[in-house]
């Protein structure tokens, strides 16, 4: 079974300040991992997502991740935030090579922005 | 292109009444699939069809739900009789490849229910 946390429900930083988004998560086998970002009035946007290829992930809009399984931790962090990052920011995660497709969400992380 | 689109935006109905939502992937997306946030608590999934099949609706809550995708192309998903804790944010989603876990899930803008 797979299960994800996001530790805040609400993350507020200042304009140009780093911007850290927490995530852990607990799975029985390898995971697939995400970020979404939803916008207000709009659909969930994938940022970026770790498929075993790099530990390192880059996304869109300045975003980057990185995988850290000793710490089953998938951490969304940017270097200096923009008032256009203010959102709400989903982590979610899904098994490796079962072929089950379900994405299973933490509960997300509301970021503010301030001047 | 034309993302995922989602109607309505909002239904606000009374308890024991039928809502119908429907949901348009992408075109050519194979796979499509229903998710619910209910207020506060996290986005989880209801079933997935691929094509016209469902493939898993292991998270659909009860038989109140019915979901179908005739002809592999929209989705409508029905509740009947609808039930105060069916209100939430009804998210639909579609992918292009079959089988991967890494597909991307595009997201439509959800469907807002209340159930008064």
């Known amino acids: 079974a797979q299960s994800v946390t996001q530790l805040g429900s609400h993350v507020s930083v200042s304009e140009g300040a780093l911007v850290l988004l927490r995530c852990n998560y607990s799975?029985?086998?390898?995971?697939?991992l995400f970020w979404y970002v939803q916008y207000p009035n709009q659909g969930l946007q994938l940022l970026l997502k770790?498929?075993?290829?790099?530990?390192l992930v880059k996304g869109i809009n300045g975003f980057e991740a990185e995988f850290k399984k000793s710490e089953t931790s998938f951490h969304l962090t940017k270097p200096s935030a923009h008032m256009s990052d203010a959102a709400e920011y989903f982590c979610?995660?899904?098994?490796?090579?079962?072929?089950?497709?379900?994405?299973?969400f933490g509960t997300g992380t509301r970021l503010l922005v301030s001047p | 292109e034309a993302g995922v689109t989602q109607f309505p935006s909002h239904s606000v109905i009374e308890k024991g009444q039928t809502v119908t939502l429907r949901c348009d992937p992408i075109?050519?997306?194979?796979?499509l699939y229903w998710y619910r946030r209910v207020m506060g608590k996290e986005i989880k999934f209801l079933l997935h069809?691929?094509?016209?099949?469902?493939?898993?609706e292991s998270g659909m809550p009860n038989n109140r739900f019915l979901a179908e995708r005739t002809g592999g192309t929209y989705s409508t998903l029905k509740v009947q009789p609808a039930e105060l804790e069916d209100s939430g944010v009804y998210f639909c989603?579609?992918?292009?490849?079959?089988?991967?876990?890494?597909?991307?899930?595009?997201f439509g803008p959800g469907t807002r229910l209340t159930v008064l």
């Open positions: 979610a995660v899904t098994p490796m090579n079962t072929g089950f497709q379900k994405l299973v």
């Open positions: 069809f691929v094509k016209e099949s469902k493939q898993d």
């Open positions: 075109s050519g997306h194979d796979n």
């Open positions: 989603a579609s992918s292009q490849d079959g089988g991967q876990g890494t597909d991307t899930q595009y």
């Open positions: 799975s029985s086998v390898p995971p697939y």
């Open positions: 770790y498929t075993s290829a790099a530990t």
